[in-house]
């Protein structure tokens, strides 16, 4: 491993953010990296510079595509400052490993309020109130408004920001319905939200109806013109969700014949709309209360956002887990404790098993390929038994097995691609939890990693011809490695070491020292690890011998010349030695 150079600075993760960000997150993010805020970029711009960027940070205008990630070669994180994440390709992000963070509850209230403000906007005209009332005229009978008390408020999506939207409207005296398959019936109980089994049975009892789902294909377009019929002629429309969720067209040509009294409206089909469309026509209409996107606007929003995106941004270049990941398992806080040191240690296992076990292989691979296939188990012990989700320890196996044997693109595994790594690569992992009680070793929880070497025979695999151990555990936050094969040690698995399987007699620790010390290389730390069960005998020079077996594991200060390490071999009683960077 080639050692810096005196005064050797690396270079900080470079972060893009094409979008106004608000300054709070942006403040953490200066500490450890490289900031270009870089506003009003063309989608050809974007394309151009993005190969340099580690991190992309967006709102909801810059259209995160498929190109654009394929073409961002260093690209680790792409953060949505919000919650919407349809303007980002989250699928080909997935295929390509880069994580996809948003904020899930930083502009909730934001949105609320700015619903609950169109709402009594289109109520009482005050859009064309004060455009009137600026034009130099005094309306006052034809701007005669209603009142919201009493009224029945129609909500699509009980999920946050329509949850808090019912609470709101409930606080204003009005009757609350929704539609929503996936609502939890008891919290909407208890927000008095009157659940019903479809948005058909909502739409003739509304006098208000408000949209709060996420666009995806079974939302897109819901409200067209069949549904608008059967609205009362006095019902008004909120939008403060997506735009391509109400039929723009459909609502136009109702909000005219007066078939619906008016909508509010804060997101639209094209952000910004497109001069003489469909929707610059609808928002110009005089029953239209329209916003320009602006439902997390507020200096709140903007502070809570930008600081939960930023910080999840600088875990995940830390190669962190972060806490609200869109294409990753969402992880529990308290959980997320126990498994952090596990995954530094099972990325390790899967490292120590590439370079040091998978070497005596016949194929030296952890993959399956014409003639070998390896099956691993990974089994949780202790508090890992218990977790919800291992994703984080699956991928950090798949990252650390590839580690040291990937192509230039082949190491950018992570929670996000490492069950698509492992399927391409004919990686086989499963996964089990053990009842085993381990509090008796003195520690919480353990793993292990089994391989399985079989030969591979078309799709079927034969009997286990080999099979390697690696067990480690976790103490006071530092990883050891408790088993490696057949023998029983304990080592910190980190640094250069290197390993030599020997037979347990005199001198081979003062052999191995000074062939070590006449290469130029200092031992920091050495342990010796005995068989875990019994010894063996073997031919010797005065007939059969009796002798154990042990590994000697020495951490070196640098990588140790091959010469040096194959010199060893077969001198001394020493049987195998390997040189493993961890
Ligand atoms: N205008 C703005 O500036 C803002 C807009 N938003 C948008 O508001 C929407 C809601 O956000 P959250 O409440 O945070 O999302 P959420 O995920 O908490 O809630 C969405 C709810 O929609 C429900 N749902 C999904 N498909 C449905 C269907 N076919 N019919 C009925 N219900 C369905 C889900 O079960 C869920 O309860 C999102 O589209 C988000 O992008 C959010 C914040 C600001
Ligand atoms: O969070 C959301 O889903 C929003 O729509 C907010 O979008 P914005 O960040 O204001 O461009």
Not at 86 to 111: C, F, H, K
Request: proline share 5%; with cysteine.
């Amino acid at each position: 491993m080639p050692i810096p150079a005196p005064g050797f600075q690396p270079a900080l993760p470079k972060i893009l953010i094409p979008e106004k960000i608000s300054p709070d997150g942006i403040e953490i993010l200066k500490k450890s990296t490289t900031i270009h805020q870089k506003h009003g970029l063309s989608p050809e711009e974007l394309l151009r510079i993005i190969p340099d960027y580690d991190a992309l940070i967006v709102r909801s205008e810059t259209k995160v595509t498929a190109e654009l990630l394929r073409a961002g070669k260093k690209l680790k994180v792409v953060a949505r400052a919000g919650v919407g994440v349809d303007n980002v390709d989250v699928a080909t992000a997935t295929t390509l490993g880069v994580i996809v963070v948003n904020s899930p509850v930083g502009n909730i209230n934001a949105a609320a309020e700015h619903t609950i403000a169109l709402m009594m906007a289109v109520a009482r005209n005050v859009g064309d109130a004060c455009a009137s009332l600026k034009a130099g005229k005094w309306e006052r009978s034809r701007l005669v408004g209603v009142e919201v008390k009493g009224k029945t408020l129609a909500i699509v999506g009980l999920g946050k920001v329509g949850l808090t939207v019912a609470r709101q409207a409930g606080g204003l005296g009005m009757n609350l319905i929704a539609y929503d398959p996936y609502a939890n019936p008891n919290i909407a109980a208890a927000a008095n939200v009157t659940l019903y089994p479809s948005i058909k049975d909502l739409l003739p009892l509304a006098d208000f109806f408000t949209i709060h789902t996420p666009l995806i294909a079974s939302t897109k377009g819901m409200i067209g013109a069949a549904e608008l019929a059967i609205m009362k002629p006095t019902a008004r429309l909120l939008n403060v969700a997506r735009g391509g969720m109400i039929d723009e067209a459909a609502l136009l040509s109702a909000l005219s014949a007066q078939t619906i009294a008016g909508a509010g409206l804060d997101v639209f089909t094209s952000e910004p709309p497109q001069p003489d469309s469909v929707t610059s026509r609808l928002i110009a209409h005089p029953a239209v209360v329209a916003t320009p996107h602006l439902g997390a606007s507020t200096v709140e929003a903007q502070e809570n956002v930008s600081l939960d995106v930023c910080e999840q941004v600088i875990l995940i270049l830390a190669g962190q887990l972060p806490r609200s990941a869109v294409n990753a398992p969402f992880i529990l806080p308290e959980e997320y404790g126990t498994l952090k040191p596990f995954v530094g240690l099972v990325e390790k296992m899967g490292t120590l098993y590439t370079q040091h076990c998978a070497r005596y292989r016949r194929d030296g691979l952890p993959g399956t390929n014409a003639h070998f296939r390896t099956t691993f188990d990974l089994i949780y012990e202790g508090a890992l038994a218990n977790l919800n989700t291992t994703k984080p320890l699956f991928a950090a196996l798949v990252k650390g097995l590839l580690a040291t044997i990937a192509g230039p693109d082949g190491t950018n595994v992570n929670i996000v691609n490492a069950e698509l790594v492992a399927k391409e690569r004919g990686i086989t992992i499963n996964e089990s939890r053990s009842r085993e009680n381990v509090d008796e070793k003195g520690y919480a929880a353990s793993v292990t990693l089994k391989a399985r070497l079989s030969r591979s025979s078309g799709a079927s695999a034969d009997a286990t011809e080999e099979e390697q151990e690696i067990q480690g555990f976790v103490s006071a936050n530092t990883p050891y490695i408790r088993t490696l094969d057949r023998f029983s040690t304990n080592f910190v698995p980190a640094g250069t070491l290197l390993i030599c399987r020997n037979f347990d007699s005199v001198g081979k620790i003062g052999f191995v020292g000074s062939r070590l010390g006449k290469a130029g290389v200092n031992i920091r730390y050495m342990s010796v690890a005995p068989l875990r069960t019994g010894g063996k005998t073997f031919e010797g020079n005065g007939g059969v011998e009796s002798e154990n077996e042990a590994l000697m594991i020495l951490e070196v200060d640098r990588p140790v010349e091959d010469a040096v390490v194959k010199g060893l071999i077969g001198e001394e009683g020493v049987l195998e030695a390997s040189v493993v960077t961890l």
